[in-house]
């Protein structure tokens, strides 16, 4: 599956690029991330998998095949995680009986989005002119940094710890360093300036533990900023 994407993703940089018209963009965005976790290693009563606030920034540029389909490139800045609260019970790992447990996991990764653009011209609004911007493609995106932060409640006392992420695919990693997925959105363009929303969700299990998959997703709320247009 991942060769044919890349093979398709290639072909279709490579053709009539050498007649494309080029523009420049920056793009900045907040993102509600989250992990897809999936296995036997969950209490479903009593732990909890939560969403986080995170952000995109970075560059673009566009390559534009005709009037209304376009390539677009772009390399992001992008932060991904997400929070683990756990239900008081006995005999917890954290030693004595634990109130409450919570886990924050921060990941950044360096992300290359691959879209391909279709534009729909919907005439003019309050005098500016007004296109409708839909895309799609795939992502690859490679975690440059990460903390975990924790904090056990236990025994009336409050503990808490910060690690930084070890990226790789050894027993001793936390997670996997490389993410490839699938992202679409929708927005619109008023002149030079852009505003929408994106979904991406990954495709690869970032997780080394052999009892549960852990897959990255975001929904982002972003602007786009065109030079020279």
Same mark, same amino acid.
């Given at each position: 599956m991942k060769k044919v994407v890349l093979f398709f993703v290639a072909a279709v940089l490579? *053709?009539?690029? *050498?007649q494309a018209q080029i523009t420049f963009g920056a793009r900045a965005g907040v993102s509600y991330v989250g992990n897809g976790i999936y296995g036997g290693a969950f209490d479903l009563d009593n732990d909890r998998i939560l969403p986080k606030i995170g952000f995109q920034i970075g560059g673009l540029a566009e390559f534009a095949l005709s009037d209304a389909l376009s390539i677009q490139p772009g390399l992001l800045i992008a932060?991904? =995680? #997400?929070?683990?609260?756990?239900?008081?019970?006995? +005999?917890?790992?954290f030693g004595g009986t634990s109130s409450s447990f919570k886990e924050n996991v921060n990941m950044t990764y360096i992300q290359i989005p691959v879209n391909a653009q279709y534009k729909i011209n919907l005439g003019e609004i309050a005098g500016s002119n007004v296109n409708l911007m839909i895309h799609a493609g795939p992502y690859f995106a490679y975690a440059i940094g990460g903390?975990?932060?924790?904090? *056990?409640?236990?025994? =009336?006392?409050?503990?808490?710890?910060?690690?930084?992420?070890?990226? =790789?695919? +050894? #027993?001793? #990693?936390?997670?996997?360093?490389?993410?490839?997925?699938?992202? *679409? =959105?929708v927005g619109l363009e008023i002149e030079n300036r852009r505003v929408m929303i994106e979904f991406n969700r990954g495709l690869t299990n970032i997780s080394n533990a052999s009892a549960y998959t852990v897959t990255n997703w975001s929904f982002v709320v972003g602007v786009i900023f065109l030079f020279g247009k």
């Amino acid at each position: 599956m991942k060769k044919v994407v890349l093979f398709f993703v290639a072909a279709v940089l490579t *053709a009539n690029f *050498a007649q494309a018209q080029i523009t420049f963009g920056a793009r900045a965005g907040v993102s509600y991330v989250g992990n897809g976790i999936y296995g036997g290693a969950f209490d479903l009563d009593n732990d909890r998998i939560l969403p986080k606030i995170g952000f995109q920034i970075g560059g673009l540029a566009e390559f534009a095949l005709s009037d209304a389909l376009s390539i677009q490139p772009g390399l992001l800045i992008a932060t991904k =995680g #997400d929070k683990f609260v756990k239900k008081a019970e006995e +005999g917890s790992p954290f030693g004595g009986t634990s109130s409450s447990f919570k886990e924050n996991v921060n990941m950044t990764y360096i992300q290359i989005p691959v879209n391909a653009q279709y534009k729909i011209n919907l005439g003019e609004i309050a005098g500016s002119n007004v296109n409708l911007m839909i895309h799609a493609g795939p992502y690859f995106a490679y975690a440059i940094g990460g903390k975990i932060k924790t904090e *056990a409640k236990e025994d =009336g006392k409050t503990k808490k710890n910060t690690t930084s992420i070890k990226f =790789g695919s +050894g #027993d001793d #990693d936390h997670y996997k360093p490389l993410d490839f997925g699938l992202g *679409a =959105g929708v927005g619109l363009e008023i002149e030079n300036r852009r505003v929408m929303i994106e979904f991406n969700r990954g495709l690869t299990n970032i997780s080394n533990a052999s009892a549960y998959t852990v897959t990255n997703w975001s929904f982002v709320v972003g602007v786009i900023f065109l030079f020279g247009k």
